[in-house]
């Protein structure tokens, strides 16, 4: 059945995946800004000194505009599937959303701009820091992408999330395990009753 | 391998036995043997030193450097001085042939004391020193052949008197008698009485020991060396009957071959200190024959070399007198504490006695509530790592680069439990009066992490050395076998690159991909109604004009002027010109530059012009009524002119810019001056600055300020254009010609510094650590373009840097690490440079030894950039936190981590003993201090200061040093240059201190204060300041007059002397009670309680309170 909780689910997919290649090329940036061992003696050289100086500049330059985005986008999930009730889901997020918003006005650098500052980023705990956090958020974004896609499936077919097996299963196992050991394996019936054919 | 063929010789039979014996060493000793072999081949043990590295044993670290230690150690051991000497200097110098290196010779030899130190250690040790017992006969004729003879005669002797049980206890004491029983046996040798008592008083085991001293060939060893000392021989033998025996060691040194013969005795001696060892009596029967325990020592040493170290590292074991009379007893006690720290080595009677008795200094425990005069009386002294004394001899200059631990933590979590940073601070382009200077058409660098050869690398043989940080095996090339300076061939070891810890390169033509840039200054100058009035045109002309000549450059030099009020001008020089000719460009918003080619200008050719301007500026500008001031547009231009060439802008501004792009507003409220609540606006309010000066980086330009005003300008935004570019800020706080004559003097001092120092060009520095070390934040001014390298546009020698690090793999398995600091820049003649700094530590796993080795001034240095950092990220009171919490934990560490019996108060290792004080000093410090009114331009400058100044400079700013000057005499003066430079005692901050009858000078680095008592001296008040009385002492006196005094000489050559060691001029200002200057005088007193702020006693409580929580 296709509900409001299933059209969430689709639209995060396609950003989903736009959210993983934010990551990736953040891990990539962050590869490149670390790679300046190529040849050793051509850092001494004050050309490469320039043309170093405007790499990390673009790159740090092009990280900060995908800052924005990446943060509207995740809080736009927080919103629509607080809209869509999916509480689980909103819960699995809501980490990540505290996390981005501390971040945003807490950038370690001294200036106004956001994150990602060219004077400080090749500190190596910066960039240390920027690495895992990349590899962190790219991971959660894949895992995300298919509890999205399960997700998605699931409330098409039942409509109802909380009717599907997966919410059933926890359920079914709690009434298991609450019946008294004895009613279960009397003896008396347990015959008839697993083995009616007999 | 002379040596060690000696040995074998000596011992016969029980050479080979021996090493057996030492059964561990074998590793050692095999590496080392081959490991030298190349001009010595097998002599070569010495190799042994640097063969241990490669062996990967952990114990051939200890090799190579240990020998050395031992050697030190032992020649430090009082009781053999003298034998000890001779042998030292001449057996090395003799068996050249052994050591490839210096330190392997003298690895021989200490190892015998070695031994003494580390007796279970030894057992191997012996397996090793065997080996280097051998080459002695090579060397034999002088001091190895005369030592081993020497040993045998007291194995010999020792050999009957030792009673077994005794010598294990001993055995140690063979081995060890080195240490103790060196102590005893050495002296027995060379001093016998005084060693003798001295033994008795530190053996807290007299009965032992004697027997020991029987044992203690080592002695012997001592006597060979000595061989002059026949004469003590005998003296020895009458003092005790062991002794006697031990006194053979006379005959020995006469005849080596008597020596020989009494060889077996030795074996019997032998024996015994195997049984220590516990291989015992298989050893026994080997070592015999051999003169093994000579050897074996060696060895011994070489393992126990750190402990050695250790002994080095601490100055002297005041704690027991008993030490305290012989140094060597010391080093002894010192060793013994190393052994402590590794439980299994020692036996428990030992390590009783090293846990008692045997503290080195450092780790000697201050009650700081109960001792109150911890200031050393003179300059602080950095502590010595704790690595053999060949290696730490050659090591770099603790004022070029200084770790903050001197002995680095073997794991990251160790590291963490000590609660102390781990830093480096270096001063990498500092003037220095030595500085080998090497042209090489090929550099040496390891081929994978292109680290430069230096002292500390292993050669495994001629044609082979293997890197001390990524430890891969590189070959020399064919070009360093040849020695320049001894004009000689196949000795790569003796090369300068591998003499000399800090070395300059001319670097070939591969390391310049574009033609070395020309030295370019442009002066950007304030020429508002503002700057007018302040009067510094004059000056900075002046001074210009004064030292055209001298500015460094060659003959491609360029020059160029800019000046700015609300618009820019430039100036054409162009040769042929009459005149220089002024172009206004008024249009800030879009800057353009009118004529680029004649706006700079060859110093040279243009000489005239310049000067012409120079002279004509200060009057072109006198009537202007200007008072706005565009600097933003005007370093734009300035960025625009260079960024072909690249060079050095100088910058002068004398208020707020308001004009045009990177205006900026008034920030500070002068209502919250003296706020005890978090101080605002650290962090730049634009980063206009900051982008431009990134963009100044990569055209190789730099921008040095020099910000002279008297009201608030924004120095936390200005300074970005310094800090990224890496220039240097210059603050002089209500300048004003005429009302503050003493600034202008300084101004002017420090302007003819900066026009004359040396200048680097197009500079990078790259830090590298041995493997798994990792830097992770600098410290000072500059760009980081890759995680270890840094861009420095100038470089100058004034510039200080500090980095962190943090351990990322385990250094298990070594002894040492190594740190190199690469400086690549082009000289102001052209020439493509590299200075290479490289130091060593010694690597341990004990937090004793760490704190041993903490040095308290780094630590403090590091701490300041990190509270910097802190404040403008964070805040204020987040960073004095960190810095109390600094203190807090790193002694509660050591309460609960070291320190085994828990007494009250407020206990800290003697290394650390000054770690409280300084950080309450950095929380008066103008940076960080609250409740006190301070500007804050004031103090965002003591923040610039804490982070680029060298450290030795920090130091003052932080922790002032206060003299007693009415009194100075000439006794313990310096004597430079033949003037006698009189050395009072440093006191205590405190105006307690302070006496009427008395003159105090206080040096607070960039500022001289002289207090005078109200009652003082009339002597001295006429002697020094030429006035009648008192209150005949002028209000504002800068300068002393030059009086034909002793009195007067005395304290000018003291001032003149403290004024040379620092790179700015420290004005000095003589004030007495009245002088409005008396209260910053008074805050420098950081000993005091202020209405702010805690007294060192209160700080003292409060640290004691949390650190017993």
Request: glycine share 6%.
């Amino acid at each position: 059945m296709f509900t409001f909780a299933a059209f969430c689910y689709m639209l995060s997919l396609v950003l989903c995946a736009s959210l993983i290649f934010f990551a990736i090329w953040h891990i990539t940036a962050f590869d490149e800004l670390q790679a300046d061992f190529k040849v050793p003696i051509d850092q001494g050289n004050p050309l490469h000194a320039r043309e170093r100086l405007r790499n990390i500049e673009r790159i740090c330059c092009l990280l900060r505009k995908l800052v924005l985005p990446e943060y509207s986008i995740h809080g736009l999930f927080c919103i629509m599937f607080l809209c869509a009730q999916e509480w689980l889901t909103v819960g699995l997020n809501i980490p990540l959303f505290f996390y981005n918003t501390w971040r945003y006005f807490h950038s370690p650098t001294d200036t106004k701009e956001l994150l990602y500052d060219p004077a400080s980023v090749m500190n190596g705990d910066t960039l240390k820091f920027c690495q895992k956090e990349a590899w962190c958020k790219m991971s959660f974004f894949v895992l995300s992408f298919f509890y999205y896609l399960y997700c998605m499936v699931y409330s098409l077919q039942t409509g109802n999330l909380s009717d599907s097996w997966l919410f059933q299963m926890p359920i079914l196992s709690a009434r298991i395990t609450q019946q008294p050991l004895g009613e279960r394996i009397s003896p008396a019936c347990s015959f008839h009753s697993l083995y009616p054919w007999i | 391998m002379s040596s060690n063929t000696g040995f074998n010789s000596q011992n016969g039979p029980g050479g080979q036995p021996y090493a057996n014996g030492p059964l561990q060493n074998p590793a050692v000793l095999q590496p080392p043997g081959p490991g030298y072999n190349m001009s010595h081949q097998p002599p070569y043990n010495p190799m042994q030193a640097k063969g241990p590295m490669p062996p990967g044993t952990g114990l051939y670290n200890s090799g190579p450097y240990q020998p050395i230690p031992p050697v030190s150690s032992y020649q430090a051991p009082p009781g053999q001085p003298m034998l000890n000497r001779p042998p030292m200097g001449p057996p090395q110098s003799t068996s050249p042939c052994p050591g490839p290196r210096m330190p392997p010779a003298h690895a021989t030899p200490p190892p015998v004391s070695a031994n003494s130190y580390y007796q279970h250690p030894p057992a191997w040790q012996y397996g090793a020193l065997p080996p280097m017992g051998a080459p002695p006969p090579i060397g034999a004729p002088p001091p190895m052949a005369t030592p081993p003879l020497a040993f045998v005669g007291n194995h010999v002797t020792s050999s009957p008197s030792p009673a077994p049980p005794q010598a294990t206890s001993a055995g140690y004491s063979a081995a060890p008698s080195p240490v103790f029983n060196n102590a005893m046996q050495s002296p027995g040798p060379s001093l016998p009485p005084t060693s003798l008592h001295r033994y008795t008083h530190e053996g807290s085991d007299p009965p032992p020991k004697n027997p020991m001293a029987p044992h203690t060939y080592q002695p012997g060893m001592a006597a060979p060396y000595g061989h002059p000392p026949a004469g003590p021989p005998p003296s020895m033998r009458p003092t005790p009957p062991p002794m006697g025996n031990a006194t053979p060691p006379l005959p020995f040194g006469p005849e080596t071959d008597a020596g020989h013969i009494p060889t077996p005795g030795n074996g019997a001696q032998v024996p015994n200190r195997f049984d220590h060892l516990e291989t015992g009596p298989k050893m026994a029967g080997p070592l015999p024959p051999q003169q093994p325990g000579p050897p074996a020592r060696h060895m011994g040493l070489s393992y126990p070399s750190l402990p050695p170290g250790y002994q080095n590292t601490s100055a002297s074991p005041m704690h027991h007198p008993m030490h305290a009379p012989t140094q060597p007893y010391s080093h002894a006690p010192q060793s013994y504490q190393q052994p402590s720290a590794g439980p299994s080595q020692l036996s428990p009677s030992l390590a009783g006695l090293s846990l008692q008795s045997q503290t080195p200094e450092a780790l000697r425990v201050v009650n700081l509530l109960q001792e109150r005069n911890l200031l050393p009386p003179g300059p602080f002294t950095p502590p010595t790592p704790c690595l053999p004394k060949d290696l730490q001899k050659i090591n770099c200059h603790p004022e070029v680069f200084r770790s903050t631990l001197t002995s680095i933590p073997q794991t990251q979590s160790l590291l963490n439990k000590a609660k102390l940073p781990l830093g480096l601070l270096l001063h990498p382009f500092k003037d220095l009066s030595q500085l080998p200077v090497v042209t090489s058409s090929t550099i040496v660098r390891c081929r994978s992490c292109r680290t430069y050869i230096n002292p500390f690398v292993t050669f495994l043989d001629q044609r082979r050395w293997k890197c001390n940080l990524c430890y891969r095996v590189n070959d020399v090339p064919e070009e360093f076998m040849y020695n320049p300076v001894s004009r000689s061939y196949g000795e790569p070891h003796k090369r300068p690159e591998v003499q000399n810890a800090t070395i300059e390169f001319i670097a070939p033509s591969e390391y310049m991909l574009r033609p070395p840039q020309p030295a370019v200054y442009l002066f950007v100058l304030d020429v508002s109604h503002n700057a007018v009035e302040t009067g510094y045109l004059d000056v900075v002309c002046q001074s210009l004009l004064e030292n055209i000549n001298a500015l460094p450059g060659d003959s491609r030099t360029k020059i160029g002027f800019i000046t700015f009020d609300s618009t820019i001008h430039f100036y054409n020089l162009q040769e042929g010109l009459a005149q220089p000719q002024m172009l206004i460009v008024s249009d800030i918003e879009d800057i353009f530059l009118p004529t680029p080619d004649s706006l700079l200008v060859n110093l040279n050719e243009c000489k005239e012009l310049v000067q012409d301007l120079l002279k004509s500026l200060p009057q072109m500008f006198g009537k202007t009524m200007e008072t706005q001031s565009a600097l933003g547009p005007a370093l734009q231009a300035a960025f625009k002119l260079l960024s072909a060439t690249g060079g050095r802008v100088s910058v002068f501004q004398t208020q707020l810019p308001n004009l045009g792009v990177g205006a900026l507003k008034s920030r500070e409220d002068p209502n919250q001056r003296a706020s005890a609540k978090d101080i605002q606006n650290l962090s730049p309010a634009t980063d206009f600055y900051k982008k431009l000066a990134l963009d100044c980086s990569g055209q190789q330009v730099a921008v040095d300020l020099f910000l002279l005003s008297t009201q608030y300008c924004d120095l936390a935004s200005l300074a970005c254009i310094s800090r990224y570019s890496a220039g240097s800020v210059y603050y002089y706080p209500s300048y004003q010609q005429q009302h503050n004559p003493a600034g202008v003097e300084c101004f002017q001092k420090d302007l003819k510094r900066y026009l004359t120092r040396k200048i680097g060009l197009e500079a990078v520095m790259r830090i590298r650590c041995t493997k798994g070390l990792s830097i992770h934040t600098f410290h000072g001014n500059f760009f980081v373009r890759s995680t270890d390298l840094l861009s420095l546009p100038n470089v100058n020698p004034d510039a200080g840097f500090a980095v962190q690090m943090s351990i990322e793999e385990n250094l298990v398995d070594m002894q040492s690490v190594s740190f190199q600091a690469a400086l690549l820049y082009t000289s102001s003649k052209g020439e493509r440079r590299i200075r290479v700094h490289t130091m060593c530590l010694p690597v341990v796993n004990s937090l004793s030894d760490i704190f041993a080795g903490a040095d308290v001034q780094a630590i403090t240095g590091l701490l300041a950039s990190m509270a910097v950092d802190r404040s403008v990220t964070a805040s204020l009171s987040d960073a004095r936190d960190a810095m109390t919490n600094a203190s807090i934990d790193s002694l509660t560490s050591y309460r609960t981590s070291v320190l085994t019996i828990q007494q009250p108060g407020l206990l800290a290792p003697a290394c650390l003993r000054l770690f409280p004080l300084y950080i309450l000093a950095l929380l008066k410090q103008k940076a960080f201090r609250t409740g006190t009114s301070t500007r804050l331009d004031d103090r965002v400058f003591a923040m610039c200061q804490l982070k680029y100044q060298p450290l030795a400079y920090v130091m003052l700013m932080i922790h002032p040093a206060l003299y007693r000057v009415d009194d100075l005499t000439d006794e313990g003066a310096l004597n430079i240059s033949e003037r006698a430079i009189p050395q009072p005692r440093v006191q205590q901050l405190s105006v307690e201190k302070l006496s009427r009858e008395g003159a105090f000078l206080m040096d607070a680095g960039s500022v001289i204060y002289l207090w005078i008592g109200r009652n003082c001296n009339p002597n001295f008040l006429t002697q020094v300041l030429g006035v009648p009385n008192y209150a005949a002492v002028p209000q504002n006196m800068n300068i002393l007059p030059e009086l034909d005094t002793a009195e007067s000489q005395r304290t000018r050559a003291f001032v003149g002397w403290l004024r040379e060691q620092r790179p700015f001029f420290p004005i000095l200002h003589v004030i007495r009670d009245e002088s409005p200057l008396k209260a910053s005088f008074m805050q420098n007193m950081i000993e005091d309680r202020t209405e702010s702020a805690l007294s060192y006693y209160e700080f003292l409580l409060h640290v004691q309170q949390q650190v017993s929580k």
